[in-house]
């Protein structure tokens, strides 16, 4: 009788038991295992009610909070976004962080974040320095401090940054050189991630709110719709890198956004608080001209259009034809932006960046379109909305910005001079 030579270790069964065994490391769920329960289509997933309602709840949760941070203000968006940043960091940081060796490496975690403030610092302040000093004009004291910060904000940074550097130098390890190098350029990757995309969001809030608020509106629109076109129509696969895309969610997501981006930029486009942008870093309700782009416009209406709806004229903002441009790259481009982040995940193997949003995955998965489409209304903004031309509040800006008090009376004088002399 032959000696079965197997009983003495455990049998490897064959099939998609086998692949899940081996990839016991990794929360990303295999293309072969779904392919055993139908299709990764939401159509025939079988928890698809559970999950839909675990995303509506924190949707709704994540509306109301947004919602309430729009109307406190503009500083409170940004400290929103300042928040958001974090998360982001936290999760990025993980990723290819491991216990092993950070237990050998004391305080290396710290110098991430000595990197990541002292970007955000430099940012920033690059940002809103000229906002502080609208700020305290008033006040001869802390207009003169602030402006003293201001001129040495950017020496400050760079050997803030040198610090973090020389740090990083010497703590560097025998054998742990590869492992170091990494996480030092892994962590300027984030940097330039996370910052690149927020220093536009933030320039785009204090432009008015309206910039900020209705691209990222866009993006929740279409995340939501295509979700939901998906979930009950869903039938053809639109990209393997993320399985559960269809193509009716993508189209059908792409009609709803391009509507709500022309109804909803009606709708925003008539508060001022909204509209105007800020020039100073207060918190009082903002009063301005809104200027022709929020100034409605007549229509006629066609001949053809039904009598039983009593409507003669349409009034329509300019800037809704603006948003129809906003509306078309939020429904076709950004989408890209999460397909970027799914095939990142795939090459890490895992499923989401975190898990601080139930049904959502983390703070990454949820900005991944935010990123792209928040460097998209900047550039749109400045490009075809903002007149180029020099205006008396750019004047004014670079004057209380580069003249000492003295020199700002010296040309108070000299302009009232020239001024009398004239008349």
Known sequence: MQRDTSSGRPSTPSGPTARIRRRRGSNEVPLDVDK????????????KYKSFLTRAYSTIWM?????FIIYMGHLYIWAMVVVIQIFMAKELFNLLRRAHEDKRLPGFRLLNWHFFFTAMLFVYGRILSQRLV??????????????????YHMVTCYFLYIAGFMWFILTLKKKMYKYQFGQYAWTHMILIVVFTQSSFTVANIFEGIFWFLLPAS??????????????????????KLSPKKTWEGFIGASFATMISAFLLANILGRFQWLTCPRKDLLTGWLHCDPGPLFKPENFAVPEWFPEWLHWREISVLPVQWHAL??????????????FFASGFKRAFKIKDFGDSIPGHGGMTDRMDCQMVMAVFAYIYHQSFVVQQSLSIEMIMDQILMNLSIEDQRALYSKLGQIIVGES
Do not use: E, M, Q, W
Not at 63 to 67: E, K, L, M, N, T
């Open 36 to 47: 055993t329960n139908g299709s990764h289509l939401l159509v025939n997933d079988r928890n």
């Open 134 to 151: 609208n700020t305290v004009t008033t006040d001869k004291v802390l207009y003169t401090l602030v402006s003293r910060i201001v001129k």
């Open 63 to 67: 509306i109301g909070g947004f919602a």
């Open 325 to 338: 441009c906003l509306g078309l790259f939020a429904s076709i481009i950004a989408p890209f932006g999460g």
């Open 218 to 239: 866009l993006i929740v629109i279409n995340d939501i719709a295509a979700y939901v076109f998906g979930f009950f129509f869903g039938k053809t696969p639109l990209i």
